[in-house]
């Protein structure tokens, strides 16, 4: 709030501050730090699929494909990012999380969970030998578009406990890149990146990563970043362990719908049961 200053030409003046109040910096807590950390991971990641795959494609000293350092480089910020958005929550809810707390959030996971895979499948579309670099452009605006969406649904619906309704924008990231990262021909590619962004703002039902779960994606972010750094210093066998996690990744990312479709499929059947019973009792 402002109010006017009779004495300066210039009309306004900031209205002097409660000194009881805190400086904005000092509100921040340690899990909104973490959300900050997930939005730099983002940034970075974008950072590194242009100067490390785009640029020196554009500049004729790359042969084609994806720049092993760079692109791993990216995926790793990537799964960094997940691991800060996984411990920001943890965090919040151990501890405490600012009134800025949901919205840095969302805008953290935009920028490392939206922009930075959208653009790695636009660079794509650009280096790929069998790509079209405009139809991936579209791919790359509908996963930004549906993480925006998911995001956006995310802050105005209330569901039970426990639980996502859609692919989370993590998972989804990571499921977009592996797809990437198998170099499957161009049409599979582009309809699994597709299969992925419906999922995102689908109605099917994901379970929070909490206690157990949260360990077994630490641990799968771990195992994937070794398998990413394996691949891009040419170990031996780097090339099939990236690309049987990569695999692992899309595998998972089409049998969690599968397995929540028949959970709700089963739960309908129970209470399609539970009423005839009550009816005919």
């Not at 590194?48 to 995926?75: C, K, Y």
């Not at 960094?80 to 953290?108: I, Q």
């Not at 031996?236 to 719908?257: D, F, H, K, R, W």
Request: charged share 15%; proline share 5%; aromatic share 8%.
């Amino acid at each position: 709030m402002t109010v006017t200053d009779p004495d300066r030409k210039s009309g306004w003046v900031p209205e002097e501050e409660d000194d009881d109040e805190m400086p904005l910096s000092m509100r921040l807590s340690i899990a909104d730090t973490l959300t900050l950390g997930n939005a730099t991971c983002g940034f970075l990641a974008v950072y590194f699929t242009t100067t490390g795959v785009l640029i020196p494609h554009l500049a004729g000293n790359e042969d084609g494909g994806m720049a092993r350092h760079s692109a791993a480089s990216a995926v790793i910020l990537m799964l960094l990012a997940s691991v800060f958005d996984l411990f920001d929550g943890l965090v919040a809810r151990k501890l405490r999380s600012s009134p800025m707390g949901a919205e840095l959030d969302n805008l953290s996971d935009l920028i490392s969970f939206g922009l930075a895979p959208a653009y790695f499948v636009a660079v794509w579309g650009m280096v790929a030998n069998d790509a079209h670099q405009r139809v991936s452009v579209v791919a790359a605006v509908v996963v930004l578009l549906a993480v925006i969406l998911r995001l956006a649904r995310f802050s105005c619906v209330t569901l039970r406990d426990g639980i996502f309704q859609g692919m989370p924008s993590p998972f989804g990231a990571l499921t977009v890149v592996s797809i990437v990262l198998l170099e499957l021909p161009f049409v599979p590619t582009l309809l699994a990146i597709i299969g992925v962004a419906w999922l995102m703002v689908s109605r099917v039902e994901y379970p929070k990563p909490r206690g157990r779960l949260a360990g077994a994606m630490l641990s799968w972010i771990v195992l994937s970043i070794g398998m990413l750094v394996a691949w891009a210093f040419d170990a031996p066998g780097g090339e099939l362990l990236l690309q049987t996690g990569c695999a692992l990744q899309v595998v998972l990312g089409a049998v969690i719908p599968l397995f929540a479709t028949a959970r709700r499929v089963n739960a309908f059947r129970d209470h399609r049961r539970e009423a005839r019973a009550a009816a005919q009792g």
